[in-house]
């Protein structure tokens, strides 16, 4: 019923390479070749220049884009209105999700609301704050669910849920045991943080504030780029690192990882949902009402 041809070439426009667009739609870069060049003909312009193995959207292309970006959005939300009507949830639903979320925090929620609602495809971008912010904002994704609020033209925020931030280190440290430590003392202790964008980070920096410390001022040892990676070199080193308390629950069952209290300094947060300023999206609406009442369970 949809003409393939723009979800081609709407394919291309956001991955700006014929090979990703392939692999992404599970067709040939041939075949994607081919859908470009009748879209071509049929609207008698060039949609990208070619610039050897690169390829940006010419001034036709842009405006196409922005067309085809409109017609997908209402022809996702077509499908799930006119599924509704027969009790049948259908459609794509596009989300993203910053990496302590998707990891830690949603999917067993994914997994209840696919049961549910199994004619529902879910595409989900994986990232970290900044870079969910900005798919939004270029219209990759319908929801996003971040760590902290960096409060983004454009975005609306909504509470999802209350989490908090912890010092972190191995069961075996030497401060392991030690009731608290003091902000001094944190001040020598090599510590992991995560990349520059990450939501984590901001809210760490936010909350040094009152006591006039800043990130240069610490003992960093290593950046690294996923939790999971921090947690691994924890295990086996005497660094410490600021982590979502959702993210240790099992080693802290199994006793691996243990958390330090620093005297005074209480790091909490939420995880919001968000979406473009002014948009709706049944199926980002149902899935956020879905994973808000899974948590209330």
């Not at 949830?89 to 199994?118: C, D, E, M, W």
């Not at 202790?189 to 980070?201: D, F, N, Y």
């Not at 909350?207 to 800043?214: D, G, I, S, T």
């Not at 070199?233 to 243990?258: E, G, P, Q, V, W």
Request: contains cysteine; hydrophobic residues 40%; charged residues 25%.
């Amino acid at each position: 019923m949809f003409d393939f041809r723009l979800t081609v070439f709407h394919t291309v426009a956001k991955r700006l390479s014929f090979t990703k667009a392939a692999a992404d739609l599970f067709i040939t870069q041939p075949a994607v070749s081919k859908h470009i060049q009748e879209l071509e003909q049929h609207f008698k312009t060039q949609l990208f220049e070619r610039l050897g193995n690169k390829i940006t959207l010419t001034g036709q292309g842009r405006i196409l884009l922005a067309y085809t970006d409109q017609i997908l959005s209402l022809y996702r939300n077509m499908e799930f209105e006119m599924s509704s009507l027969s009790d049948r949830q259908k459609g794509i639903l596009r989300l993203g999700a910053s990496s302590t979320v998707s990891q830690y925090v949603i999917p067993l929620a994914l997994a209840g609301f696919h049961k549910k609602y199994n004619d529902i495809k879910i595409k989900l971008l994986n990232g970290n704050t900044e870079q969910i912010e900005h798919a939004l904002l270029d219209k990759d994704i319908d929801l996003g669910i971040i760590e902290g609020k960096s409060k983004s033209k454009g975005i609306t925020y909504t509470e999802y849920l209350k989490d908090e931030i912890v010092l972190t280190c191995s069961s075996r440290h030497p401060l392991a045991q030690k009731p608290n430590i003091t902000i001094k003392e944190l001040r020598d202790i090599p510590l992991l943080v995560r990349e520059a964008g990450s939501g984590t980070l901001d809210v760490i920096a936010y909350a040094l504030k009152p006591f006039k410390l800043n990130f240069s001022q610490l003992n960093i040892a290593m950046e690294l780029g996923s939790t999971e990676a921090i947690k691994t070199y924890l295990r086996n080193s005497d660094c410490m690192a600021f982590i979502s308390l959702h993210s240790i629950s099992a080693d802290l069952s199994n006793n691996t990882l243990k958390t330090v209290n620093v005297k005074g300094l209480n790091i909490e947060r939420f995880f919001y949902f968000i979406q473009r300023q002014g948009s709706s999206d049944p199926l980002a609406d149902l899935f956020r009402q879905y994973v808000l009442h899974y948590n209330l369970k």
